[in-house]
């Protein structure tokens, strides 16, 4: 299956997407943590993203969108994968659909995680106190009122677009971790069923 796990900054997407990982044979395809990879290893894409990320703005379309194909293309992702913090845009969107089209594969469903933006500012906090002096970049009030604008503006309509393709689906993700996990298991349950 191949599934979006959708969401604001700090909704726990990673947090789930791992915990998916774990259980099913789709490995997580995070491009936030592939950037941050790729700033960490000083390469030429890492240095071309890490001002923007520090910001909180999106990367080009065009990089992420070829860096989720080339990953896509390993044997691991053959079963599936879980998409996480990708696409982001509209065009990103399009640009996976036709990816995956070209492989015969689709998207199979969009989890949306659905948390206010007061407990997104307070986790963010939580990881800040938690991180040891040793935060992301962009993990800091300001970044992320940022990164929160530009989910609104340029990800959040995504919504739609897959409201209308008929594949989303919303959770609570205000709930404990592992209750969203068990949400979430439910809703893939439903789905492979068709
Ligand atoms: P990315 O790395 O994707 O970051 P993000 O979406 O802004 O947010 P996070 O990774 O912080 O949140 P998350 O939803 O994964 O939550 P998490 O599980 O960590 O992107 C970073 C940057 O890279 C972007 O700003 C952009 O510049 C660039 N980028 C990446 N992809 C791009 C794309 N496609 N196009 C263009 N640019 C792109 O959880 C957060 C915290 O909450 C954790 O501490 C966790 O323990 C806690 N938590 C999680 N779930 C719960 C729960 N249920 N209850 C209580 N606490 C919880
Ligand atoms: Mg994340």
Redesign the pocket.
Known sequence: MNLV?F????????????LLQEKQAWPQL???????AAIAAGTELGKK?QS??????????D???GI?GERYDQPDCEKGAIF??????IP?ARSLDSMLKLRNKKIDLVIE?K?DDK??ID??K??IA?SGGVA?A??NPE??QN?LA??YQ??APLLEFYKRQGKLTTVD????????TKAIAVVIEKAAKG
Do not use: H
Not at 52 to 61: H, R, T, W, Y
């Open positions: 796990i969401g604001p900054p700090g909704s726990g997407k990673g947090t789930q997407a791992k995070s491009t936030g943590d592939m950037l941050r993203c923007i990320m520090a910001k909180g703005e999106l990367v080009p379309d990089v992420v969108v989720i996480d913090g990708f696409p982001r845009t990103q995680l948390v407990v997104l986790r963010v939580t990881r938690q992301r962009d993990d970044t992320l990164r530009v989910y340029n990800t993700g205000m709930a404990p971790i592992e209750a969203v």
